[in-house]
């Protein structure tokens, strides 16, 4: 019984029985009778009133959670955007730790050439030992390779012939500055052209991290690849395979990143990287097998 249908038989029942005593063809007991049964409709308006409001009730519950499952949702994508600012971040970070590491390893050991050097002539008074050279820095951003005067020529020594470091080094500064196209030419060209270096599997990693960061996820998944081909051993490959894992993600590819993000936490177990993989599978709903 609708509400509209309960009030109408109060009404009803109020006139038969108005009716009913103005005749005065009806006894008391049914007069009594007509007053229970306008009760029990009475109750039964009370019940379908109180139904409606439970309704509505419910109706705004569920919009309520709607909202805030919509709010939950909006935080997670934030919150995952911020991660992958932060873990760019931190990949910087790490290039640039490297590149001074690099620095002063250089440095060491000129000095060390400069003082043998200095022993093997026996000490003579008054010659001064040649001083240790110090690496040149990387051009300053905003000067054409090859101008005069340009930055290029200064990453170039003096005898015309780029050292890995000098390549190295131009390519990591060009990263830094957001330089993106010529800092991956420059690890693809460093990798290419001394690919038996310490940072030769560095330089390709990076070549990958450029293209990540211009938000190329599949030439970066292409360059990931290209290092573990080229480079099964290396010391880059949680990174790599992360990343690579990230980029699928990028791309929709949700099967294919799990199974990368997978082979990070069960090759790398102990890695920074793996507790980035395993808070991304939870992120998808998968647990690491």
Known sequence: MTRERAAKAVRFVAAAGFLAAAVGCVSGSDIDGLHKHLSEVEKQVDAVSKQSSSKDEVAKLNENLGKQATTLLRSNADLGTKFDDLTREMQTLAGKLEDANRRLTQLSQQIAETQAHGSAAGGTMGTSPPSATVPQTPPVSGVTPGSAGGAAAAAVP????????DLFAQATADYQRGRYD???????????????????DDALYWAGECWSAQK???????????????YPQSDKAPAAHLKKGIAHLELGEKAQAMVELNFVVNQFPGSDEAKS????????????R
């Not at 010529?182 to 030769?200: H, N, V």
């Not at 993989?277 to 690491?288: T, Y």
């Open 277 to 288: 993989a395993r808070q991304r599978l939870k992120s998808l709903g998968g647990d690491s």
């Open 216 to 230: 190329k996820p599949r030439e970066a998944i292409a360059a990931f690849d290209k290092l573990f081909r080229t």
């Open 182 to 200: 010529l800092s991956r030419q420059g690890f693809e060209d460093y990798a290419e052209k001394f690919p038996r270096t310490d940072l030769s």
């Open 158 to 165: 003096r005898g015309g012939s780029i050292t890995p470091a």
